[in-house]
């Protein structure tokens, strides 16, 4: 509500810039005075949207609502149009709203904003079968380059309409052109196919799926809705993703088969794909090795430029990282030996000092980063950061502690770094000193909801004070309601508590939203104590793959006694 003044103000100081010659003070004899430039705002217009945000912003919203639209139509701008539309919405009227997009649209029938406020509106008033018109104009405006992109956005605009049916008719038909355009054919059957999803219709949601990957074999969409529909009640959806997996997928693709083969308790074959994975990984490495050195000859040949030397760091860096996987880590800093780019110094130095830690040079490695120049504050924090992350990444947790801890005893307070030095008093086992840090953060800043996820993990972690421990995650989940980590830290306290039900269903829901091998170490746990062995080993070894150095992981893994 407050940005509507700002707005207003901004739309009278913007015409009031355009004031008529004949209001400017005459120009002195012999100067030459530019052009004037024409405008509609005169003393009456400008009075009049005063007097309109005056009411707007009181009691008498309509007439204010009256104001502004009649200056609207009076000089053609799209700027009080919109802020026509935004008074009625404050006031909520949606006839009214609409009303004044529509009057948007008729002066700017070229303009995509103006019509995609009207088909918004239509929406939020159930107003489906009205939707059609500016759906199809919606699609025709949108640039060919993007129209993909618009239909696959559909169904979002109508998820909240309340005959589901009827809008995935409306827009099938407002689709009717783009389902036999090769160019957006798939895309369009998607839609189409999300649109009968939602509708209950699976049926018909699979011969979308069909339609659209007939169009186009090798688009992602279609599949991503057979994925959807995978279930031992609709057998057909599978071919669909068989035929996409056959072919050259999208790693990201193949894992979420993977995931649904899990689903289906196929467990055999979820860990083949799995498998796959890792090995087309391996490959990947190979080829992009290649390439980068290629993209290396040819930039070279080039003149230099600060955009050349950039892309040249970038490249080096990733070369280094492909030679330290292998374990060949004279290669690795081989390739960082080329890199010259200033910019790119600090994050160069830091793989030497991984590489040399790695070695068991790991004092080398801190002298490395400490000898780097500090020619901003940046540069500073930076190396910092890089110190107790090097420090971290090896298990020197004292170390990374007192690096953060004398850092933090400088003004001004950084709630990152104190954060991070809370984290690593937890992993000394220091868990007072963890707990008087993190309230710190929450006292400084009660906004910030790592804090109170992080005690409240912590507390759950160690079975101590259960209740205390779901309110303070449950507190981080009102600042991140999406976050699947938080999510994980509550199923975590609900299966500490003995609801294991729910610890699952919470599980499952923030699994499948970040596939990550913490969250995997909960849920293959929460399966094993529910019997669900089978499957448990499953999820652990694509968390393995994932990430097979996570602590939380392993530590599942070897408590349990399971080897995956």
């Known amino acids: 509500m407050k940005r509507f003044p700002f707005v207003a103000g901004a739309v009278l100081l ?3 810039q355009a004031v008529p010659a004949q209001t400017r003070q005459s120009a002195p004899p012999d100067t030459e005075e530019a052009p004037a430039v024409p405008t509609a705002l005169d003393a009456e217009l400008f009075y009049q949207l005063l007097l309109g945000e005056i009411n707007a912003r009181g009691a008498e919203s309509a007439a204010g609502y009256s104001l502004v639209l009649d200056a609207a139509r009076k000089t053609n701008d799209p700027a009080l149009y919109q802020r026509a539309v935004e008074i009625a919405f404050q006031a909520r009227s949606g006839d009214a709203a609409l009303q004044a997009a529509r009057a948007w649209r008729q002066a700017h029938p070229e303009s995509r904003e103006a019509n995609r406020y009207v088909l918004q509106i239509l929406v939020a008033l159930n ?3 009205d939707s059609a018109d500016p759906l199809k104009t919606d699609l025709a405006l949108a640039d060919p380059k993007e129209r993909n992109a618009v239909l696959a956005v559909i169904p979002r605009t109508y998820s909240r309409v309340s005959d589901k049916k009827a809008a995935a008719t409306v827009v099938e038909q407002a689709l009717a052109d783009y389902l036999a355009q090769p160019a957006t054919a798939a ?12 509708a209950g219709d699976n049926a018909g949601a699979l011969d979308a799926a069909r339609r659209g990957q007939d169009a186009a074999p090798t688009a992602e969409g279609p599949v991503l809705l057979a994925l959807e529909l995978m279930d031992p009640k609709l057998p057909q959806a599978e071919p669909i993703v068989r035929r996409y997996i056959d072919g050259k997928p999208l790693p990201e693709l193949r894992m979420a088969y993977a995931r649904a083969l ?29 390439s980068l050195k290629r993209y290396i000859e040819l930039v070279q040949a080039q003149r230099s430029g600060e955009e050349r030397s950039r892309g040249l760091a970038q490249a080096y860096m990733s070369l280094s990282r492909i030679a330290e996987k292998r374990k060949d880590f004279a290669m690795a800093g081989a390739w960082l030996d080329r890199i ?28 490395l980063l400490r000898a780097l120049p500090e020619r901003s504050p940046d540069d500073a924090r930076m190396k910092i950061s890089a110190e107790v992350q090097l420090l971290r990444d090896n298990k020197q947790y004292k170390a990374a502690y007192d690096v953060l801890a004398q850092a933090n005893a400088k003004p001004p307070m950084d709630f990152d770094r104190l954060y991070d030095q809370a984290m690593l008093a937890e992993k000394m086992g220091n868990l007072p000193e963890m707990e008087r840090l993190l309230r710190q953060v929450i006292a400084s800043k009660p906004d910030y909801h790592h804090a109170y996820n992080a005690l409240g993990y912590s507390l759950a972690d160690r079975n101590l004070r259960l209740p205390e421990a779901k309110e303070l995650i449950q507190k981080a989940l009102t600042y991140a309601p999406d976050d699947p980590f ?4 509550l199923a975590w306290v609900e299966f500490r508590m003995g609801n294991k039900a729910e610890a ?3 599980l499952d829901a923030a699994y499948k939203s970040r596939p990550d091998a913490e969250i995997a170490a909960h849920l293959g746990e929460v399966l094993w104590s529910l019997g669900q062995r089978e499957r448990a080993q499953a999820i652990w070894k694509e968390g393995l793959l994932l990430n097979s150095e996570s602590d939380t992981l392993q530590e599942t893994l070897k408590r349990l006694r399971v080897k995956p």
């Not at 899990?262 to 490495?285: C, F, I, P």
């Not at 938080?486 to 830290?489: L, T």
């Open 14 to 16: 913007a015409l009031a």
């Open 127 to 129: 107003r489906v079968e």
């Open 187 to 198: 895309a369009a059957w998607t839609t189409v196919g999300r649109m009968r999803m939602a």
């Open 262 to 290: 899990l689903d289906g308790q196929r467990y055999a074959e979820a860990t083949q794909q799995l498998q796959v994975v890792t090995a087309e990984q391996d490959n990947k490495d190979a080829a992009a090795e290649a």
């Open 340 to 367: 010259d780019n200033p910019q790119d110094l600090i994050a160069a130095q830091s793989r030497r000092a991984s590489i040399l830690a790695r070695q068991g040079k790991l004092e080398e490695g801190r002298k």
């Open 486 to 489: 938080i999510s994980d830290s």
């Open 504 to 506: 699952l269903r919470i």
